[in-house]
């Protein structure tokens, strides 16, 4: 079965911290990867994608993440976080001819200290 | 405002009654979804269209709920006979056929209390 899970379900950090939220995926095939993230009172936004290339990817806000194949993972990645980060992260994964049909992990909240 | 509006934004039931919940996604988005959200977890899929035509269903959408999106545009979700398991989030997406990467945009929600 296709599943997605997030290793943290709160994290807490000081501004300027470096921040990393880890996801692995169960998926037979080729996989699209996303992260997305909900701040308070809003809806979800995309903040980066994988489809296929560089496995090193750059989203909005300063955030990346890499796909590393071989560990199934797309961990989420910032160098220095600011207090308006706060928010809840979502990983998610479609089938490569899906890719509206989401998976998604349990979602990471964030909050940033100032 | 072009992004995916959802109405109503909260609604309040008694069990057993009927609720209707409708989406308008990014105009000339080909394709829409519907995805539902419990407190603590992330969104599940629930079904989705390709312009009028209902592709896909999860098996998560019990009989009681039923999906339309008559002319290709907008879309509604009704859930016949509520319970109180039904209390949820209730997200709308959609994305456009052609975009690269086809990246879905999500409204904000209709949250759904069954009391």
């Known amino acids: 079965a296709q599943s997605v899970s997030q290793h943290n379900h709160h994290v807490i950090l000081s501004e300027a911290a470096s921040l990393e939220l880890g996801c692995n995926y169960s998926?037979?095939?080729?996989?699209?990867l996303f992260w997305y993230v909900q701040y308070p009172g809003q809806h979800l936004q995309l903040l980066l994608k994988?489809?296929?290339?560089?496995?090193l990817v750059k989203g909005i806000k300063g955030f990346e993440a890499e796909f590393i194949k071989s560990k199934f993972s797309f961990n989420l990645r910032k160098p220095s976080v600011q207090w308006s980060d706060t928010a809840e992260y979502f990983c998610a994964a479609a089938g490569g001819t899906s890719y509206g049909k989401l998976t998604f992990g349990q979602g990471t909240i964030l909050t940033v200290h100032p | 405002d072009t992004g995916v509006s959802q109405d109503p934004r909260h609604k309040i039931t008694k069990r057993g009654q009927n609720v209707t919940f409708r989406c308008d996604p990014i105009?000339?988005?080909?394709?829409l979804y519907w995805y539902r959200q419990t407190l603590g977890q992330g969104p599940e899929f629930l079904t989705y269209f390709q312009n009028e035509a209902q592709l896909e269903k999860s098996r998560l959408l019990s009989d009681r709920f039923s999906a339309e999106r008559p002319k290709g545009s907008f879309s509604t979700l009704e859930i016949q006979r509520t319970e109180q398991g039904d209390s949820a989030m209730y997200l709308c997406?959609?994305?456009?056929?052609?975009?690269?990467?086809?990246?879905?945009?999500f409204g904000e929600g209709s949250w759904l209390t069954v009391v």
């Open positions: 105009s000339e988005h080909n394709r």
């Open positions: 998926y037979g095939g080729t996989v699209n």
């Open positions: 994988y489809f296929s290339g560089d496995p």
């Open positions: 997406a959609s994305s456009g056929l052609t975009e690269a990467g086809n990246t879905i945009y």
